[in-house]
């Protein structure tokens, strides 16, 4: 089936400092996106839609200048946690979806792995 | 979008036959229903896809119901490396972006040997 990785896995940073994190499709071009955070025994929740090439639109409550993220390519999509707090530690996850850049689409959602962000 | 609930947990016991329901009463006519299973620590993985009746693949089987305001995954013969979060996700997933879809709050299944 179609990959999609993230990197890094898990990063620790200093408060105030800026973390980013990387989600590519391996296999497959993806013009579309997802960004999600999960805290510790609760549900995904999405907080934007990465759209390649043009800007991301963000859910509500979600601080578009907080998370910056960039899709320059069809396999690259980047969440850039700026001026971490330890309020931001969390884990994030990315999704695409095959077929939307063309091709079949089968509606199955593949995701990375998943980034551990701890914010000292 | 269509709201889903599910049951918080579910305990089993290694090879007995789980089924996890999932409401979804406002479900539309171009709506799939699709479920995802997560592991602590690693991102959700696709587990099965249906629209009515009944589809079964190597791991799974999902049952829906006529009025599909419903939906039921079975797991036969659950394994320890069952022990997950479960989550069922309604949306018109072949035409929009799947993505867009929210996640309930899942189910957690416990499988003890």
């Known amino acids: 089936g179609a990959v999609v990785s993230q990197h890094p896995s898990r990063v620790i940073c200093k408060s105030g400092t800026s973390v980013k994190i990387e989600c590519r499709s391996l296999?497959?071009?993806?013009?579309?996106m997802f960004w999600y955070r999960q805290f510790p025994k609760q549900s995904l929740m999405l907080m934007a839609t990465?759209?390649?090439?043009?800007?991301?639109?963000?859910e509500q409550g979600v601080e578009k200048d907080k998370f910056l993220i960039n899709h320059a390519s069809l396999t690259l999509s980047t969440l850039t946690v700026t001026s971490a707090h330890p309020e931001d530690s969390s884990f994030y996850i990315c999704?695409?979806?095959?077929?939307?850049?063309?091709?079949?689409?089968?509606?199955?959602?593949?995701f990375g792995e998943g980034s551990r962000l701890t914010v000292l | 979008l269509a709201k889903t609930t599910q049951p918080i947990s579910m305990d089993s016991y290694e090879g007995q036959e789980v089924n996890i329901t999932c409401s979804h009463n406002?479900?539309?006519?171009?709506?799939?229903i699709t479920w995802y299973q997560q592991f602590p620590s690693q991102g959700p993985r696709f587990i099965i896809q249906g629209y009515k009746t009944k589809v079964t693949n190597e791991v799974a089987s999902l049952f829906i119901p006529a009025d599909r305001k419903s939906s039921t995954l079975s797991l036969p013969r659950v394994s320890l490396s069952d022990t997950a979060v479960y989550y069922c996700l309604v949306g018109d997933h072949l035409n929009t972006n799947a993505g867009k879809s929210t996640f309930g709050d899942g189910t957690t299944l416990t499988v003890k040997p």
């Open positions: 296999d497959f071009q993806a013009t579309t």
């Open positions: 406002n479900i539309a006519t171009n709506d799939y």
């Open positions: 999704s695409a979806q095959p077929g939307l850049a063309g091709g079949p689409v089968t509606g199955e959602l593949f």
């Open positions: 990465s759209n390649e090439g043009s800007k991301a639109t963000y």
